[in-house]
């Protein structure tokens, strides 16, 4: 007699990094995502959501879906994608349990004069912000950054003359160098780190010039600078009760690290460490929630994991038949048509070392575009800076 499996519903932009490690927990996995990439739906019943996840649309069609789901189902996972709709997981929550942080968190981060007050009062450093728009300043000294978005989308160097500003955005010093993170698992109280990164932006992009586009994960760091951020990452998890697998973003100054974003879900980078647990983060993620902290794994080789995602440099279709490698993942259907700017793959590297992993993304990104008849010369338009 089989055993039904335990049924989980995920959501964000893209469910299939978390699906694969959810499945590979042992459940039955259903997605909400943009995408439903071909790998996706080798592991999960997916439903797209194209039209991005607005409340009312998505109230109806998540009460379709829920009838659908195993019998034991136990909740739902969110990635990107929901940062400023604490409404709607407070919707959501009508249906089914969420395993993550409570809306309020997101209600808080979401709202750029809430998180920096929180900032001040935990003592947490973080570039110079203001709320209007700096006057006489130096070219790309400030960006101006749209509050609520993600994976840096919404972050453009300030221009007096040209940048467009509403309500949603504020102002931000901009502070030159690497761009790192670090990723830890909570249960509200404690917390353990799971590893840090390198992320990469696409340096040749003027109108997204910090759009994420992968990261190198196994960032070797200072032991005064671990110490400082696992201070950090104590006093946000005692002051927002922090749950499950979450990310702080931060740039480095001469005195330490100075606070970018704090991401209260699974980050991309994730997916960096996945090859340390035989059944998946999402379910260590879960248990956290439930208030019981995993121990974290050692590194169990020297190697360094580094992913990118390339973006289409033109509008196309895919073609019908296409032999993808190993190293792509995130498929898109055959005969897909691909929108420029949109998401195409993304590519994951394993090497001995940093530089090694960036020489092979590369070329990775070259043969995925030769595979899929991309010119060359449309093709090499972006360059990532990992």
């Known amino acids: 007699m089989s055993v039904e499996r335990e049924g989980l519903l995920i959501l964000g932009n893209s469910g299939r990094a978390m699906a694969e490690s959810a499945a590979r927990g042992g459940y039955q996995v259903t997605v909400l995502d943009w995408f439903c990439d071909q790998d996706t739906l080798a592991v999960a019943d997916c439903w797209p959501v194209s039209q991005g996840f607005m409340q009312q649309d998505l109230d109806m069609f998540v009460d379709e879906i829920v009838t659908h789901l195993p019998k034991q189902v136990i ?28 809306p309020d ?16 009062r935990l003592r947490i450093p973080y570039p110079e912000v203001s709320f209007y728009p700096p006057y006489q300043v130096d070219e790309k000294s400030w960006l101006i950054k749209r509050a609520g978005s993600c994976g840096g989308q919404g972050v453009a160097y300030f221009d007096p003359q040209h940048s467009a500003a509403d309500y949603s ?24 780190v799971i590893g840090y990164n ?46 499950g697998i979450n990310g702080i973003d931060f740039v480095l100054n001469e005195s330490g690290a100075l606070v970018i974003d704090v991401n209260p879900r699974p980050p991309a980078t994730l997916e960096l460490y996945e090859h340390l647990l035989t ?34 440099p033109k509008t196309f279709q895919m073609p019908l038949t296409i032999d993808w490698p190993d190293w792509a993942r995130d498929r898109p259907a055959a005969g897909a048509r691909i929108v420029a700017g949109q998401p195409l793959c993304s590519l994951f590297a394993e090497a001995g070392g940093t530089e090694k992993v960036e020489q092979l993304l590369e070329s990775y990104q070259d043969e995925i575009f030769h595979r899929i008849g991309v010119p060359a010369c449309q093709a090499v338009t972006r360059k990532v800076v990992l």
């Not at 879960?286 to 020297?302: D, F, K, N, T």
């Open 169 to 192: 955005c504020y102002y931000q010093k901009y502070i030159p160098g690497e761009v790192l993170s670090v990723l830890f698992i909570a249960d509200g109280k404690r917390h353990r």
């Open 105 to 120: 968190v997101f209600e808080v981060l979401s709202k750029p004069r809430q998180f920096f007050s929180l900032l001040n």
């Open 279 to 312: 059944d998946g983060w999402i379910r260590h993620h879960i248990e956290a929630c439930r208030g019981s902290l995993p121990v974290v794994p050692m590194l169990g080789s020297p190697s360094v994991h580094g992913h990118m995602i390339v973006y289409a």
């Open 198 to 243: 390198r992320l990469g932006v696409e340096a040749a992009n003027p109108p997204a010039p910090f759009l994420y586009r992968g990261a190198i994960g196994q960032k070797t760091l200072t032991g005064k600078l671990r110490r400082q951020l696992d201070s950090i990452i104590e006093s946000l998890v005692s002051a927002l009760s922090l749950r």
């Open 75 to 102: 909740g739902l996972v969110f990635g990107a994608g929901l940062e400023a709709s604490s409404p709607l997981l407070n919707s959501l929550s009508k249906y089914l349990p969420i395993h993550g942080n409570d």
